[in-house]
């Protein structure tokens, strides 16, 4: 969605919120943009991907790459106990927590820094919440 600049030449700081009335389930995929008076385009931000389940749950995990620490974000519609698992890509458990929630966003920190660099996938799971991401920390 495109938002026309309130002052197009403000040395001030502006505020923009957009809002997505229909996200897909699955992959949604946002990122910021600028279109500067000449026309020229720049990426002002990383690209982020929020997925949806078929609850409304939504949840996302960033940065991506990582230097090591990673954050998980969700928003759930009730409150649920978690499970979050970081295994490695021989299939080796190198990390794992049980987390209880609250209707509403949630954040949890994900400490990789102890670990070599490389692929990890990271899952949050319960007897209805089945989600998992690869993530690469440098």
Request: a neutral charge.
């Amino acid at each position: 969605e495109r938002v026309k600049s309130r002052d197009a030449n403000s040395a001030e700081l502006l505020m923009y919120a957009v809002s997505n009335e229909n996200p897909t389930i699955g992959h949604n995929y946002y990122r910021l943009q600028q279109k500067d008076i000449d026309g020229k385009i720049q990426t002002v931000s990383e690209t982020i991907d929020l997925f949806r389940d078929n609850q409304g749950n939504i949840f996302s995990l960033s940065p991506n790459p990582s230097h090591g620490l990673i954050y998980f974000q969700a928003q759930f519609s009730t409150p649920v106990d978690l499970r979050l698992q970081v295994v490695d890509m021989q299939g080796k458990l190198v990390q794992q927590k049980s987390i209880r929630t609250e209707a509403g966003h949630f954040q949890q920190q994900i400490d990789l820094q102890s670990l070599p660099n490389g692929l990890y996938t990271i899952s949050i799971r319960n007897n209805t919440i089945q989600w998992s991401q690869t993530v690469t920390k440098q």
